[in-house]
């Protein structure tokens, strides 16, 4: 069959290889429901290499550092994430950040002498997170946040939505959540319905590629006094999911804040953590 004709069929065994090869790169775990999926997503790049089966694909991709495989990985995880995002997601525990996390976390800076407050967006996808932390802070600079520098840090896996991220360039649609004087305050109208963020709230954030599972790439990224890690960690298996835990665990100050998804429960991970209810939201915060 010509290569480029029709989509590629991938086998069972085909996807068993790439389903464990992706995991064991990455920690997103592809049950066997989701070989539609993964082939959906790989048959335009069988295509477009003009590669003869996924199997060759396989190979490619082993190829290793410094090869075509390196290069061919970053790709892998664009195809293959979900990057679905919007500003002020999940708003009752935004909330909750804004008036109960981050005025806490700000006072713990404090007490502990720290001149900066370091919040970090661990799977940011296109920077809406990030931004959406960054507007909170801009708001807050002059009381809650008086006297302290923030950084916000925003991580990827993809550098696609790192990219788009960089541009801080965003529709109505991903917007839909912010009220007409967020948007004016913190947003320049570019016309065609897109909006751009200020540079005064881009500023505070840093973008920079991390692979979640990789934890001695982001033990350097130094301690945090709040991590976001939202709707990324059902992507992941049991195992994979506790070894991130203990990463972040590594990673956050005494009593700092870990806040995930609405349906992302770690309580059946021993990981050092404690349950905290907010206002119809839930966080959690390291014991110490
Ligand atoms: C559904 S988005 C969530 C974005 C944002 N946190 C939110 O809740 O709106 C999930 C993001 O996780 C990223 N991701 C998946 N696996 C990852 C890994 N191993 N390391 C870092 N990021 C990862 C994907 O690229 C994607 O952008």
């Given at each position: 069959?010509?290569?480029?004709?029709?989509?590629?069929?991938?086998?069972?065994?085909?996807?068993?290889?790439?389903?464990?090869?992706?995991?064991?790169?990455?920690?997103?775990?592809?049950?066997?429901?989701?070989?539609?999926?993964?082939?959906?997503?790989?048959?335009?790049?069988?295509?477009?290499?003009?590669?003869?089966?996924y199997g060759?694909?396989?190979?490619?991709?082993?190829?290793?550092?410094g090869s075509?495989?390196?290069?061919?990985?970053?790709?892998?995880?664009?195809?293959?994430?979900?990057?679905?995002?919007?500003?002020?997601?999940?708003?009752?525990?935004?909330?909750?950040?804004?008036?109960?996390?981050?005025?806490?976390?700000?006072?713990?800076?404090?007490?502990?002498?720290?001149?900066?407050?370091?919040?970090?967006?661990?799977?940011?996808?296109?920077?809406?997170?990030?931004?959406?932390?960054?507007?909170?802070?801009?708001?807050?600079?002059?009381?809650?946040?008086?006297?302290?520098?923030?950084?916000?840090?925003?991580?990827?896996?993809?550098?696609?939505?790192?990219?788009?991220?960089?541009?801080?360039?965003?529709?109505?649609?991903?917007?839909?959540?912010?009220?007409?004087?967020?948007?004016?305050?913190?947003?320049?109208?570019?016309?065609?319905?897109?909006?751009?963020?200020?540079?005064?709230?881009?500023?505070?954030?840093?973008?920079?590629?991390?692979?979640?599972?990789?934890?001695?790439?982001?033990?350097?990224?130094?301690?945090?006094?709040?991590?976001?890690?939202?709707?990324?960690?059902?992507?992941?298996?049991?195992?994979?999911?506790?070894?991130?835990?203990?990463?972040?665990?590594?990673?956050?100050?005494?009593?700092?804040?870990?806040?995930?998804?609405?349906?992302?429960s770690i309580?059946?991970?021993?990981?050092?953590?404690?349950?905290?209810?907010?206002?119809?939201?839930?966080?959690?915060?390291?014991?110490?």
């Open positions: 069959m010509d290569p480029i004709q029709a989509k590629q069929q991938m086998t069972l065994a085909e996807f068993r290889s790439l389903r464990d090869f992706i995991y064991g790169k990455s920690g997103i775990f592809f049950s066997e429901s989701k070989q539609y999926f993964l082939e959906n997503r790989l048959s335009k790049r069988i295509a477009e290499l003009k590669l003869r089966s060759d694909y396989l190979s490619l991709l082993q190829g290793g550092q075509q495989g390196a290069a061919e990985l970053k790709q892998l995880f664009v195809e293959i994430t979900t990057n679905e995002t919007s500003f002020w997601r999940n708003p009752p525990q935004i909330e909750a950040f804004q008036n109960i996390v981050l005025p806490d976390a700000a006072k713990q800076a404090r007490e502990r002498g720290q001149s900066r407050l370091r919040l970090w967006s661990a799977a940011c996808s296109s920077g809406e997170e990030p931004y959406t932390l960054a507007m909170i802070c801009q708001d807050l600079k002059d009381t809650v946040l008086r006297g302290l520098t923030v950084e916000i840090l925003g991580t990827d896996i993809s550098e696609k939505v790192l990219a788009q991220a960089q541009d801080a360039v965003y529709n109505s649609y991903t917007l839909r959540n912010l009220t007409p004087e967020q948007l004016q305050r913190h947003f320049i109208p570019m016309g065609k319905d897109l909006f751009q963020l200020k540079p005064e709230v881009k500023r505070l954030t840093s973008l920079r590629h991390c692979n979640l599972v990789d934890y001695p790439a982001y033990r350097q990224l130094g301690t945090f006094d709040v991590i976001f890690c939202r709707n990324v960690l059902i992507y992941f298996d049991e195992a994979a999911k506790a070894q991130v835990l203990k990463g972040f665990h590594g990673q956050l100050h005494p009593k700092a804040y870990l806040l995930v998804g609405h349906s992302e309580h059946a991970f021993n990981t050092g953590f404690e349950l905290l209810h907010f206002s119809k939201a839930m966080g959690y915060r390291k014991r110490t």
